[in-house]
């Protein structure tokens, strides 16, 4: 499919946006762009892609989206690399995760070469937008939503694809600093059958409350456990979690359709294997990693994620009080992999998985 270029009356300039990135936080600053795709199942499915100017959009009340909630979304970056290319990283991974939650929301696949041609045609229009410090990056999020007008309860028959893209620094203030989690009690994020593997809105609309729960009781972050037994460790809001211990072993929680299948953590697990260590995909209980953490078998835990990168967990806030991991600073396998999968995004660690698209 062509995109249609449409002009773009007043871009940012030059000074203002240099400026804007200097100090970017997360998700607060936009570029100039957005891409849209129009779905109409009465025109064939995907039928209207343009490039043009990030602006408002209009939508009528009745849309479904606004009702049932029939959404999804992607998370994904474009890098610096030391040399002024910009490059993705595992973007068809982005593509097809996309349509696995599309599935999951009963909406229509978006082929896997218009997501990347999407990509590639707004941050070759942003460019400029991509920071260049050691922390920063471009971004971006692609999303679909059902904009038909309908209130009956079933799948939409017309969608609307949105790709938007945010300049930004370090997820966490501290940065690669440990953060202190809160074990929800109250709250779980996803039952077995629900909707927890996919990228869908609700998924995190849930999660606000028990994560302002984190906040008010001073953590960073919240992380849920099983919905059945509420013992096993899942995730996190918005990040995987792996466990590493003394013995060269290392634990992450299983994909059994109640978390997100994170593309840092299928990187990760290969990076882990790369260092000798021995990851097993494998149920862990809050009880054991308390155990754990007091006896010293357990060395580090690291949250990852396309946002946060990988962040080390220092504290623990769970039912039974307080614990810290290790000294509850940062793991030297933390920042060991940290640095290498960072490394191998900003190009700087030579790229052995084939992960780096250059654009
Ligand atoms: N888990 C949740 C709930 C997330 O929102 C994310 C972020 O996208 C992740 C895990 C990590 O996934 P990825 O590494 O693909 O960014
Ligand atoms: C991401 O890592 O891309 C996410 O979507 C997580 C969210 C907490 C920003």
């Not at 694809?161 to 809160?182: D, E, H, M, N, R």
Request: contains cysteine; glycine residues 10%.
């Amino acid at each position: 499919m062509e995109f249609e270029h449409l002009p773009h009356p007043a871009p940012t300039p030059a000074d203002t946006r240099e400026q804007a990135l200097k100090d970017p936080g997360f998700g607060k600053l936009f570029t100039d762009h957005m891409v849209v795709i129009d779905y109409d199942e009465e025109k064939g499915g995907w039928h209207k892609a343009t490039l043009g100017p990030r602006e408002a959009i209009s939508l009528d009340p009745a849309a479904a989206v606004l009702h049932y909630a029939q959404e999804i979304f992607e998370g994904m970056k474009a890098y610096k690399q030391g040399d002024d290319t910009l490059a993705l990283f595992r973007p068809e991974q982005n593509a097809r995760r996309f349509n696995e939650s599309a599935r999951r929301m009963a909406m229509p696949d978006l082929p896997e070469r218009l997501f990347l041609e999407s990509i590639r045609q707004l941050v070759a229009a942003d460019r400029d937008w991509v920071p260049g410090d050691p922390d920063g990056s471009l971004y971006l999020r692609p999303f679909m939503f059902a904009s038909e007008a309908f209130l009956g309860v079933r799948p939409a028959k017309q969608y609307k694809y949105i790709l938007i893209a945010s300049p930004v620094g370090p997820y966490f203030k501290g940065g690669a600093k440990p953060v202190k989690i809160w074990v929800s009690r109250n709250y779980t994020r996803a039952a077995p059958g629900g909707t927890g593997a996919a990228k869908t809105g609700g998924n995190y609309a849930a999660s606000l409350v028990p994560q302002a729960e984190g906040i008010e009781n001073s953590c960073d972050q919240v992380v849920f456990l099983d919905a059945v037994e509420k013992k096993w460790v899942e995730e996190l809001g918005g990040m995987n979690l792996f466990f590493v211990f003394d013995d060269g072993t290392v634990i992450t929680p299983p994909l059994t359709g109640t978390i997100l299948p994170g593309i840092t953590r299928n990187s990760l697990i290969e990076l882990l294997r790369e260092e000798g260590l021995q990851v097993r995909e494998e149920p862990y209980s809050i009880d054991q990693w308390r155990a754990d953490a007091v006896t010293g078998k357990l060395l580090e835990t690291m949250a990852c994620g396309t946002a946060a990168v990988v962040t080390p967990v220092g504290t623990v806030l769970g039912p039974d009080g307080e614990f810290t991991i290790g000294s509850g600073g940062t793991g030297q396998m933390t920042n060991k992999i940290r640095e290498r999968l960072v490394g191998i995004q900003k190009g700087s660690v030579e790229d052995t998985h084939g992960w780096v698209t250059k654009l």
